[in-house]
């Protein structure tokens, strides 16, 4: 799978695979950073996070898992809160058996605001934060988590992953830009 700069994605439920319109995805590429966007319809948000680099994974939240050069055995894990908090992990040794995770500051910056549907995160990661960055490999996939106050926590996926987990990169998808189009780029 191949997904495009600068066009929406509905991501989907990530253990069956099945259509939803819960989250809608976007992604460019600017002169020296890359930007992600994601419009979340909630109307129920469970996020009791304080810091950065809280495991906001336990909540409401969206990421994007990112190889830069397409190495699918170590990857970046981006996530923002629909609050603003950040968490930013570096993954490695990734096997069927699972993998380590190095929290480290995040190199990011991010923009949360409520919508009448939900909330809108807006991820700006400078490319330079990105070690071996090369824009015809780089992998990546999106998700949104969404924690309901009965404890049950439903997933989304760009490529759903068909289990429980989204650290599955063999689910990462093929990035391609606007070949025809040079400088800043939004969403």
């Known amino acids: 799978m191949t997904i495009g700069e600068g066009r929406e994605y509905f991501l989907r439920e990530n253990v069956t695979g099945q259509a939803h319109a819960g989250c809608r995805f976007v992604f460019a590429f ?4 890359l930007r992600f966007c994601f419009d979340v319809c909630d109307d129920e948000i469970v996020s009791p996070f304080e810091r950065d680099n809280d495991d906001l994974w336990q909540g409401d939240a969206v990421e994007v898992f990112l190889a830069p050069d397409g190495d699918l055995t170590r990857y970046a894990e981006l996530e923002v809160s629909p609050f603003g908090l950040r968490f930013y992990g570096e993954i490695a040794d990734v096997t069927e058996q ?13 923009r ?3 919508t009448e549907e939900g909330y809108r995160v807006t991820i700006d990661l400078p490319l330079s934060a990105l070690a071996g960055f090369d824009r015809r ?7 949104r988590l969404d924690k309901r106050a009965d404890g049950a926590q439903r997933l989304y996926a760009l490529n759903p992953t068909l289990c429980g987990s989204f650290h599955k990169p063999a689910f990462f998808v093929n990035v391609a830009g606007r070949a025809d189009e040079e400088g800043e780029s939004s969403c």
Not at 137 to 143: G, P, R, S
Request: charged share 25%; net charge positive.
């Open 98 to 110: 699972g993998h380590s995770l190095v929290k480290r500051p995040p190199p990011f910056t991010a």
């Open 137 to 143: 490999k780089m992998k990546l996939n999106a998700f």
């Open 30 to 33: 600017g002169a020296d950073s």
């Open 112 to 114: 949360a605001e409520r």
